[in-house]
């Protein structure tokens, strides 16, 4: 299994600027994950970070507005630029733990209100 | 796009067995089904998985036709606690990214 943190659980941030959101996993894992959940719908996945290369985002994520890191196996930012109200979001950090058939675990969010 | 088709909402009487399904019909031979629930403001946790072969735990079993075009989650004895919203994933295991992708859910609200 696998606990991992998300900081910060939440924040209120003024449009235009910049929030970073980490994540820390108890144990190594192989593969991270960011998604994103809008107030009242279901979930969207944002991109893969990649350990030590670019991170790969799904179609209508783009580096720009959502740069990822992960320099190693057990950490992962999420950056969302130049925010604006419509980025008012639940942004959820997940990882999966070993190869094949797995099971996926989640953080607990990062509830993120844009001004 | 999500593979899945869930109802929307379900209700269940307390101490009651909850039946969740869902259709996947364009399921491909190597992909699985899971099953996750959301209970509010929490991330979600993984339930059960399985390929074919009808799969329990501690939490719920997994019903999978033979066909593997549907599939149903049980909750035999529903608490209060069970509330939630219920999601159904196929997802390739091996050689895959792992990710998973999210449809909308059936959001099961459990009754006193």
């Known amino acids: 299994s696998a606990v991992i943190s998300q900081k910060p659980s939440r924040d209120i941030c003024q449009r235009g600027t910049s929030l970073t959101i980490q994540c820390q996993v108890d144990?190594?894992?192989?593969?991270m994950f960011w998604y994103r959940q809008q107030p009242g719908q279901s979930l969207t996945l944002i991109a893969t970070?990649?350990?030590?290369?670019?991170?790969?985002?799904e179609s209508g994520f783009v580096i720009d507005k959502f740069p990822i890191s992960r320099p190693n196996l057990t950490f992962s930012t999420l950056t969302v630029s130049n925010m604006s109200p419509e980025d008012s979001s639940i942004y959820l950090c997940?990882?999966?733990?070993?190869?094949?058939?797995?099971?996926?675990?989640f953080g607990q969010g990062t509830r993120l209100t844009v001004v | 796009d999500a593979k899945t088709t869930q109802p929307t909402s379900m209700d269940c009487a307390e101490g009651r067995a909850a039946n969740l399904p869902c259709n996947h019909s364009?399921?491909?031979?190597?992909?699985?089904v899971y099953w996750y629930r959301q209970i509010h403001s929490q991330g979600p946790q993984y339930i059960i998985h399985?390929?074919?072969n009808n799969e329990t735990n501690e939490m719920a079993s997994l019903i999978i036709t033979e066909d593997r075009k549907s599939s149903t989650l049980i909750l035999p004895h529903a608490t209060l606690r069970d509330t939630a919203v219920y999601y159904c994933?196929?997802?390739?295991?091996?050689?895959?990214?792992?990710?998973?992708?999210f449809g909308q859910g059936t959001t099961l609200q459990v009754k006193p």
């Open positions: 364009t399921i491909s031979g190597n992909e699985y």
């Open positions: 970070a990649n350990q030590g290369s670019e991170a790969t985002y």
């Open positions: 144990s190594q894992v192989t593969m």
């Open positions: 997940s990882a999966v733990v070993g190869a094949g058939n797995t099971e996926a675990f």
């Open positions: 994933i196929v997802r390739v295991a091996y050689g895959n990214t792992g990710k998973l992708i």
């Open positions: 399985g390929l074919k």
